[in-house]
Antibody
Protein backbone atom coordinates (compact mmCIF):
# COMPACT_ATOMS: atom_id res chain seq x y z
CA UNK A 1 0.00 0.00 0.00
CA UNK A 2 1.42 3.34 -1.06
CA UNK A 3 1.92 5.69 1.86
CA UNK A 4 3.43 9.16 2.09
CA UNK A 5 4.13 10.42 5.60
CA UNK A 6 5.17 14.02 6.11
CA UNK A 7 6.99 15.72 8.94
CA UNK A 8 5.14 17.64 11.63
CA UNK A 9 3.91 21.20 11.83
CA UNK A 10 6.41 24.05 11.91
CA UNK A 11 6.32 27.60 13.22
CA UNK A 12 8.87 29.96 11.68
CA UNK A 13 9.71 33.63 11.82
CA UNK A 14 9.73 35.79 8.69
CA UNK A 15 12.99 35.47 6.81
CA UNK A 16 13.70 31.97 8.09
CA UNK A 17 13.75 28.73 6.11
CA UNK A 18 11.74 25.55 6.54
CA UNK A 19 12.40 22.02 5.33
CA UNK A 20 9.53 19.55 5.07
CA UNK A 21 10.08 15.84 4.57
CA UNK A 22 7.93 13.22 2.87
CA UNK A 23 8.75 9.57 3.51
CA UNK A 24 7.43 7.09 0.98
CA UNK A 25 6.65 3.44 1.51
CA UNK A 26 4.83 0.61 -0.24
CA UNK A 27 6.44 1.05 -3.66
CA UNK A 28 9.79 1.66 -5.35
CA UNK A 29 10.74 5.20 -4.31
CA UNK A 30 12.80 5.94 -7.42
CA UNK A 31 10.04 4.80 -9.77
CA UNK A 32 7.69 7.79 -9.59
CA UNK A 33 7.95 11.59 -9.60
CA UNK A 34 7.14 13.63 -6.52
CA UNK A 35 5.24 16.89 -6.66
CA UNK A 36 4.78 19.52 -3.99
CA UNK A 37 1.52 21.45 -3.65
CA UNK A 38 0.56 24.06 -1.10
CA UNK A 39 -2.74 25.35 0.22
CA UNK A 40 -3.04 28.60 2.13
CA UNK A 41 -5.75 28.76 4.82
CA UNK A 42 -9.17 28.70 3.18
CA UNK A 43 -7.60 28.88 -0.26
CA UNK A 44 -7.09 26.62 -3.26
CA UNK A 45 -4.25 24.37 -4.33
CA UNK A 46 -1.02 25.74 -5.79
CA UNK A 47 1.53 23.59 -7.59
CA UNK A 48 5.12 24.32 -6.57
CA UNK A 49 7.28 21.90 -8.50
CA UNK A 50 8.41 18.33 -8.99
CA UNK A 51 11.44 16.12 -8.51
CA UNK A 52 12.57 12.99 -10.27
CA UNK A 53 13.68 10.87 -7.32
CA UNK A 54 15.80 8.68 -9.56
CA UNK A 55 17.97 11.40 -11.10
CA UNK A 56 17.34 14.25 -8.68
CA UNK A 57 16.22 16.44 -11.56
CA UNK A 58 13.74 19.16 -10.67
CA UNK A 59 11.31 21.62 -12.23
CA UNK A 60 9.80 24.53 -10.37
CA UNK A 61 6.77 26.67 -11.02
CA UNK A 62 8.00 30.07 -12.13
CA UNK A 63 6.75 31.71 -8.95
CA UNK A 64 8.93 29.47 -6.80
CA UNK A 65 12.15 29.44 -8.82
CA UNK A 66 15.13 30.46 -6.72
CA UNK A 67 13.08 30.24 -3.59
CA UNK A 68 12.19 26.56 -3.24
CA UNK A 69 14.58 23.63 -3.33
CA UNK A 70 13.41 20.06 -3.84
CA UNK A 71 15.76 17.23 -2.92
CA UNK A 72 15.58 13.57 -2.05
CA UNK A 73 17.49 10.90 -0.17
CA UNK A 74 17.08 7.60 -1.97
CA UNK A 75 18.72 5.66 0.88
CA UNK A 76 15.76 6.36 3.13
CA UNK A 77 13.05 6.88 0.51
CA UNK A 78 12.38 10.48 1.50
CA UNK A 79 11.73 13.65 -0.49
CA UNK A 80 12.27 17.15 0.88
CA UNK A 81 10.95 20.63 0.17
CA UNK A 82 12.88 23.61 1.49
CA UNK A 83 11.38 27.08 1.31
CA UNK A 84 13.60 30.08 1.99
CA UNK A 85 13.03 33.69 2.99
CA UNK A 86 9.66 32.92 4.47
CA UNK A 87 6.94 35.55 4.51
CA UNK A 88 3.65 35.59 6.39
CA UNK A 89 1.75 34.68 3.23
CA UNK A 90 3.74 31.46 3.01
CA UNK A 91 1.62 30.21 5.87
CA UNK A 92 -0.01 27.15 4.35
CA UNK A 93 -0.36 23.41 4.38
CA UNK A 94 2.33 21.86 2.22
CA UNK A 95 1.60 18.52 0.57
CA UNK A 96 3.80 16.03 -1.21
CA UNK A 97 2.07 13.95 -3.84
CA UNK A 98 3.09 11.08 -6.07
CA UNK A 99 2.71 11.34 -9.84
CA UNK A 100 0.78 8.39 -11.19
CA UNK A 101 3.12 8.07 -14.14
CA UNK A 102 6.41 6.22 -13.95
CA UNK A 103 9.79 7.83 -14.44
CA UNK A 104 10.14 8.99 -18.03
CA UNK A 105 6.36 9.11 -18.51
CA UNK A 106 4.92 11.62 -16.04
CA UNK A 107 1.15 11.97 -15.95
CA UNK A 108 0.83 15.18 -13.97
CA UNK A 109 -1.90 13.88 -11.75
CA UNK A 110 -1.44 12.67 -8.25
CA UNK A 111 -2.71 9.35 -6.99
CA UNK A 112 -1.25 9.47 -3.49
CA UNK A 113 -0.83 12.40 -1.13
CA UNK A 114 0.90 13.00 2.14
CA UNK A 115 -1.19 14.11 5.09
CA UNK A 116 0.09 17.67 4.76
CA UNK A 117 2.42 19.79 6.88
CA UNK A 118 1.20 23.09 8.30
CA UNK A 119 3.87 25.77 8.14
CA UNK A 120 3.02 28.91 10.07
CA UNK A 121 5.08 32.04 9.50
CA UNK A 122 4.66 34.56 12.25
CA UNK A 123 6.78 37.06 14.10
CA UNK B 1 -5.91 34.23 -9.12
CA UNK B 2 -6.00 30.64 -10.37
CA UNK B 3 -5.12 29.72 -13.93
CA UNK B 4 -8.31 27.62 -14.23
CA UNK B 5 -11.71 29.12 -13.42
CA UNK B 6 -14.29 27.22 -11.38
CA UNK B 7 -17.53 28.39 -9.77
CA UNK B 8 -17.01 29.14 -6.11
CA UNK B 9 -19.96 27.02 -5.05
CA UNK B 10 -22.64 24.66 -6.30
CA UNK B 11 -25.43 22.93 -4.48
CA UNK B 12 -27.88 20.14 -5.02
CA UNK B 13 -30.36 17.95 -3.23
CA UNK B 14 -29.67 14.26 -2.65
CA UNK B 15 -30.28 12.28 -5.81
CA UNK B 16 -29.83 15.21 -8.14
CA UNK B 17 -27.02 15.53 -10.67
CA UNK B 18 -24.64 18.45 -10.44
CA UNK B 19 -21.94 19.66 -12.80
CA UNK B 20 -18.86 21.70 -11.99
CA UNK B 21 -17.13 23.53 -14.79
CA UNK B 22 -13.43 24.27 -15.17
CA UNK B 23 -12.52 26.90 -17.71
CA UNK B 24 -8.99 27.11 -19.06
CA UNK B 25 -7.21 28.19 -22.23
CA UNK B 26 -5.64 26.77 -25.35
CA UNK B 27 -2.37 26.35 -23.45
CA UNK B 28 -3.76 24.04 -20.79
CA UNK B 29 -7.24 22.44 -20.82
CA UNK B 30 -7.71 22.95 -24.54
CA UNK B 31 -4.30 21.60 -25.48
CA UNK B 32 -4.06 18.38 -23.52
CA UNK B 33 -6.24 15.50 -22.36
CA UNK B 34 -4.54 15.73 -18.99
CA UNK B 35 -7.37 17.14 -16.92
CA UNK B 36 -7.86 15.71 -13.47
CA UNK B 37 -10.25 16.33 -10.59
CA UNK B 38 -9.71 16.09 -6.85
CA UNK B 39 -12.13 15.87 -3.96
CA UNK B 40 -11.11 17.38 -0.63
CA UNK B 41 -13.04 16.99 2.60
CA UNK B 42 -12.29 19.43 5.42
CA UNK B 43 -9.04 18.68 7.18
CA UNK B 44 -8.02 16.02 4.68
CA UNK B 45 -5.62 15.80 1.76
CA UNK B 46 -7.08 15.94 -1.74
CA UNK B 47 -8.13 12.68 -3.35
CA UNK B 48 -7.88 11.93 -7.07
CA UNK B 49 -11.32 11.12 -8.51
CA UNK B 50 -10.89 11.70 -12.25
CA UNK B 51 -7.79 11.64 -14.47
CA UNK B 52 -7.17 12.08 -18.19
CA UNK B 53 -10.49 13.94 -18.53
CA UNK B 54 -12.84 11.01 -17.93
CA UNK B 55 -11.08 8.11 -16.20
CA UNK B 56 -11.79 7.01 -12.63
CA UNK B 57 -9.17 5.47 -10.35
CA UNK B 58 -10.01 2.13 -8.87
CA UNK B 59 -12.42 2.48 -5.97
CA UNK B 60 -13.96 5.79 -7.04
CA UNK B 61 -17.72 5.68 -7.45
CA UNK B 62 -19.08 5.58 -10.99
CA UNK B 63 -21.35 8.45 -9.98
CA UNK B 64 -18.36 10.67 -10.81
CA UNK B 65 -17.68 11.38 -14.47
CA UNK B 66 -15.66 13.90 -16.45
CA UNK B 67 -15.76 15.47 -19.86
CA UNK B 68 -14.11 18.20 -21.87
CA UNK B 69 -15.12 20.52 -24.69
CA UNK B 70 -12.61 22.93 -26.16
CA UNK B 71 -11.11 24.88 -23.25
CA UNK B 72 -13.63 23.79 -20.63
CA UNK B 73 -13.68 20.61 -18.58
CA UNK B 74 -16.57 19.43 -16.45
CA UNK B 75 -17.13 17.13 -13.52
CA UNK B 76 -20.57 15.59 -13.11
CA UNK B 77 -21.78 13.88 -9.98
CA UNK B 78 -24.85 11.79 -10.64
CA UNK B 79 -27.19 11.11 -7.75
CA UNK B 80 -25.34 13.36 -5.33
CA UNK B 81 -25.11 12.07 -1.77
CA UNK B 82 -24.42 13.72 1.55
CA UNK B 83 -20.92 12.22 1.60
CA UNK B 84 -20.11 14.09 -1.62
CA UNK B 85 -20.19 17.42 0.20
CA UNK B 86 -16.62 18.64 -0.20
CA UNK B 87 -14.39 20.96 -2.17
CA UNK B 88 -13.55 19.96 -5.74
CA UNK B 89 -10.51 21.09 -7.69
CA UNK B 90 -9.70 20.67 -11.34
CA UNK B 91 -6.16 20.62 -12.64
CA UNK B 92 -4.50 20.44 -16.01
CA UNK B 93 -1.10 20.04 -17.55
CA UNK B 94 -0.03 23.41 -18.89
CA UNK B 95 2.39 24.21 -21.69
CA UNK B 96 3.73 27.14 -19.72
CA UNK B 97 3.50 26.10 -16.10
CA UNK B 98 3.49 22.30 -16.18
CA UNK B 99 0.60 21.96 -13.73
CA UNK B 100 -2.18 24.37 -12.87
CA UNK B 101 -5.18 24.15 -10.57
CA UNK B 102 -8.58 25.73 -10.46
CA UNK B 103 -9.64 27.81 -7.49
CA UNK B 104 -11.93 25.11 -6.16
CA UNK B 105 -15.69 24.63 -5.90
CA UNK B 106 -17.54 23.99 -2.68
CA UNK B 107 -20.33 21.47 -3.13
CA UNK B 108 -23.18 21.76 -0.65
CA UNK B 109 -25.70 18.94 -0.43
CA UNK B 110 -28.99 20.46 0.64
Amino acid sequence: QVQLVQSGAEVKKPGASVKVSCKASGYIFTGYYFHWVRQAPGQGLEWMGWINPSSGGTHYAQKFQGWVTLTRDTSIGTAYMELNRLKSDDTAIYYCARDQGVIGQPKFYFDSWGQGTLVTVSS
Amino acid sequence: QSALTQPASVSGSPGQSITISCSGTSTNVGAYNSVSWYQQHPGEAPKLIIYDVNNRPSGVSNRFSGSKSDNTASLTISGVQAEDEADYYCSSYSRNSREVFGGGTKLTVL
